[in-house]
T-cell receptor
Framework: GENVEQHPSTLSVQEGDSAVIKCTYSDSASNYFPWYKQELGKGPQLIIDIRSNVGEKKDQRIAVTLNKTAKHFSLHITETQPEDSAVYFCAASDSGGYQKVTFGTGTKLQVIP | DTGVSQDPRHKITKRGQNVTFRCDPISEHNRLYWYRQTLGQGPEFLTYFQNEAQLEKSRLLSDRFSAERPKGSFSTLEIQRTEQGDSAMYLC??????????????FGQGTRLTVV
């Protein structure tokens, strides 16, 4: 089955700096890669996703890159704000859409004002 | 609120008791998923439904776990003879079927189970 590894497990940045979270996956059949933000006491919330037919996608301060050859994908948050503080999860699926998704272990991001 | 709704939000039970959780998906979503999340970990897939049909179950779903979605709307997850290792957050999510433009899954806020 799919295995998703995520690094780092914790990340502290100064407000305004950029944050980068990296993930690798094992199943070359995976073709859908969502990223989730989870705040304390809440369920995960989708913030951005990317499919295997594109290499990069951007939405305001958030961008995701995908390298299918290396089986790497990354989340980039620019101009970080205190409200970006949360746990971020990467995930992978081989269905082309949301089906059985395998999550990474999470990155706790702290943005220091 | 038209999001995914889970009930109860918190449940404390004694070891050996049975518990049941409910999930109400977004109304137009015909796919429904259950995940389990332990502290410091990502959610782990348990099972999913398309309408009333349970299409896949993880090996994490032992014989003590059963999920149903009898009318293709709400779903229940029952754990029989609970064990301390069952303590976790149980998350429900729903999505539209593949082939539609946006197939993202929306999660509920979860049910936190504590077995004492």
């Amino acid at each position: 089955g799919e295995n998703v590894e995520q690094h780092p497990s914790t990340l502290s940045v100064q407000e305004g700096d950029s944050a980068v979270i990296k993930c690798t996956y094992s199943d070359s059949a995976s073709n859908y890669f969502p990223w989730y933000k989870q705040e304390l006491g809440k369920g995960p919330q989708l913030i951005i996703d990317i499919r295997s037919n594109v290499g990069e996608k951007k939405d305001q301060r958030i961008a995701v890159t995908l390298n299918k050859t290396a089986k790497h994908f990354s989340l980039h948050i620019t101009e970080t704000q205190p409200e970006d503080s949360a746990v971020y999860f990467c995930a992978a699926s081989d269905s082309g859409g949301y089906q059985k998704v395998t999550f990474g272990t999470g990155t706790k991001l702290q943005v220091i004002p | 609120d038209t999001g995914v709704s889970q009930d109860p939000r918190h449940k404390i039970t004694k070891r050996g008791q049975n518990v049941t959780f409910r999930c109400d998906p977004i109304s137009e979503h015909n796919r429904l998923y259950w995940y389990r999340q332990t502290l410091g970990q990502g959610p782990e897939f348990l099972t999913y439904f398309q309408n009333e049909a349970q299409l896949e179950k993880s090996r994490l779903l032992s014989d003590r776990f059963s999920a149903e979605r009898p009318k293709g709307s709400f779903s229940t997850l029952e754990i029989q003879r609970t064990e301390q290792g069952d303590s976790a957050m149980y998350l429900c999510a729903s999505s539209t079927p593949p082939g539609t433009q946006n197939t993202e899954a929306f999660f509920g806020q979860g049910t936190r189970l504590t077995v004492v």
